[in-house]
């Protein structure tokens, strides 16, 4: 009797065990979220949660699980400062936005960036190199990198795949009791003769919310015909935070059948701009609000999609009434529905969309030749068919553009993989060949930005991402460097770093590189900020003389600055 008593009690302590979460939570103050997994960003899917920092830097993270750290990266841009841990469940974590490493890793990191004499890192480490536990401190929490804010990114992936995974789903110490806020419809007819409310029109309706339940204002029974397709503005808080994060997965039923549906819990980054394709993304550019869509573009490889049909796309053309519901859902299962009525009704409206140039094919394919400008465009550099545009803005009478301004098609169309645009320049001189350069100009407010290029068999040629107006620029003026902290001849006995603002008004820096005494040193960047600093290495630089600093700054078309100085420390 005592061994059967024995032995239930081992199985009751193994049952607890096995019952233990294996993630811990990597700060330890209560977890506030300010951004959560495949959140819609501009782009991409946000690939992990972003965990609040008592808006501060420094505070002490700490891995999830036992590992060892697999990878280590350091950019002024992306995740700044950034560690990646292996588990011997298969995944990865990832900590983003570091403000430091602790002690044994932030000297590996040293000792590689002088030896590469690189600020910027990305190292992959073997099993066995670095381990930690979840005990111990592994860095500072920041706001390195193209962060917005102090907060820390954390992620789960496959460790396989490197596939982020949503860590709302691992039982990390989060509250949410609040369902997702529905803010808006569309509905959209999807070909030539579909309609809603007689119009060939994407038609947009308030959604109002009464008694915990959201309906169309004023519940109106839309009249429909055809291939239909609708889209939901949705946002989502979590307890503690008024950030506006985003859903798990959306559902459209039809007379209560499920009829297409979508759930966010991995991804692949090869996937992640085809967000663009989930979202009305010509409603966005014009409004920047964004509605996820129930249907899938013909070039959308996004592969989380559930349909009843091919596409998701709804077909109404039986003169009965329908009841629609889109049902959202966040991570921790709290739902809302809009729920509302369609009529399918039998009559043709005209289509009044316009021909373009010529039509652009997303399967295939595409060239565009007019005088003085070529674009080519892989196949799968679009989502859908569309009627390609252009124009010239107006003939350069501009000193500051080398070329007409061609108006490219229009923001409003997403382009995925990148085309080549090459534009052929006027009075172009031939030693500024190699400083010429695309931009691309804002017609609302006068602004250019760079897309880089190159001059290459009389054009300038680069790779754009967005459609829009484009130009031929040189860019002849160096980066400009404004010391902080130091001066000619003197004395940083009391100072703990040097520091510079840097900066490039058009084609951005390419790279710089400081030396003290002719030996490089680690001069830290922090792009957002344009800042640069370096911080005295005592195991590095030798005290009580006087030394000799130089900086130089280059452009993406090679002109340099130089900044010299002697100082004594």
């Known amino acids: 009797m005592k061994g059967i008593v024995l032995g239930i009690i081992l199985l009751a302590s193994v049952n607890v065990k096995s019952q233990e979460k294996y993630f811990s939570e990597p700060i330890k103050i209560p977890l506030l979220i300010t951004g959560s997994f495949a959140e819609l960003r501009s782009n991409h899917f946000h690939s992990g949660i972003d965990i609040r920092t008592k808006g501060k830097t420094g505070l002490p993270v700490y891995p999830a699980a036992n590992g060892h750290v697999s990878r280590i990266a350091v950019s002024p841009t992306g995740f700044g400062h950034a560690l990646y841990i292996d588990h011997s469940n298969g995944t990865t974590t990832v900590y983003g936005h570091l403000d430091r490493f602790n002690k044994i890793i932030a000297e590996y990191v040293k000792n590689i960036q002088y030896k590469n004499e690189s600020f910027g890192i990305d190292v992959s480490l073997p099993p066995g190199r670095i381990n930690v536990s979840k005990n111990e401190i592994i860095a500072y929490s920041g706001n390195s990198g193209s962060s917005g804010g102090p907060h820390l990114h954390f992620e789960i992936r496959d460790q396989l795949t490197q596939e982020p995974l949503n860590p709302l789903k691992n ?31 994407n038609k947009t309706f308030e959604v109002v919310n009464y008694n915990g339940k959201y309906h169309i204002r004023n519940n109106p029974v839309i009249p429909v015909h055809g291939e239909i397709g609708f889209g939901i503005e949705i946002i989502d808080y979590l307890d503690g935070t008024w950030s506006k994060c985003g859903i798990n997965s959306l559902k459209l039923k039809v007379n209560g059948e499920m009829h297409s549906s979508f759930e966010l819990n991995r991804f692949s980054f090869s996937e992640t701009r085809y967000l663009n394709s989930l979202i009305d993304y010509e409603y966005y550019i014009n409004s920047r609000k964004r509605f996820y869509k129930t249907w899938k573009d013909p070039g959308n490889k996004l592969d989380f999609y559930r349909f009843k049909s091919q596409d998701g796309s709804t077909q109404f053309t039986d003169n009965k009434t329908h009841n629609i519901e889109l049902v959202v859902n966040d991570s921790y299962g709290n739902e809302s529905v809009l729920e509302f009525k369609i009529k399918s009704i039998n009559q043709i409206t005209a289509s009044n969309k316009k021909k373009g140039f010529q039509t652009f094919y997303y399967n295939e394919e595409n060239k565009f030749e007019a005088t003085g ?19 010239v803005v107006y003939k350069n009478n501009n000193l500051n553009f080398y070329s007409e301004i061609h108006r490219v098609h229009h923001p409003t169309t997403p382009i995925h993989d990148p085309i080549s645009l090459s534009i052929k320049p006027q009075n172009l001189l031939p030693d500024l060949d190699k400083k010429s350069l695309i931009v691309k100009i804002d017609e609302k407010n006068g602004n250019i930005n760079s897309v880089g290029g190159n001059f290459r068999n009389g054009n300038v040629i680069s790779n754009i991402r967005s459609f829009g107006s484009f130009a031929i620029a040189v860019d002849t003026i160096a980066p400009s460097i404004r010391p902080l902290s130091i001066k000619n001849k003197n004395t940083l006995t009391e100072s703990s770093q040097i520091r510079f603002r840097i900066r490039d008004e058009l084609s951005g820096i390419k790279n710089y590189r400081g030396t003290i005494d002719n030996k490089w040193v680690l001069f830290k960047f922090d792009l957002k900020n344009n800042l640069l600093f370096y911080t005295f290495d005592n195991d590095r630089f030798e005290m009580n ?23 004594f420390k």
């Open 373 to 391: 400008i070529t674009l080519n465009c892989p196949k799968g550099a679009f989502y859908t068919d569309f009627e390609f545009d252009y124009d």
């Open 171 to 201: 039982d990390l110490n989060i509250v949410d009791k609040i369902s997702p806020k529905i803010l808006g419809l569309r509905i959209y007819p999807l070909n030539e003769v579909s309609h809603v409310n007689n119009s060939n029109e």
């Open 545 to 567: 003389k006087i030394h000799q600093l130089k900086l130089v700054v280059t452009d993406n078309k090679n002109n340099s600055s130089i900044y010299e100085a002697t100082f």
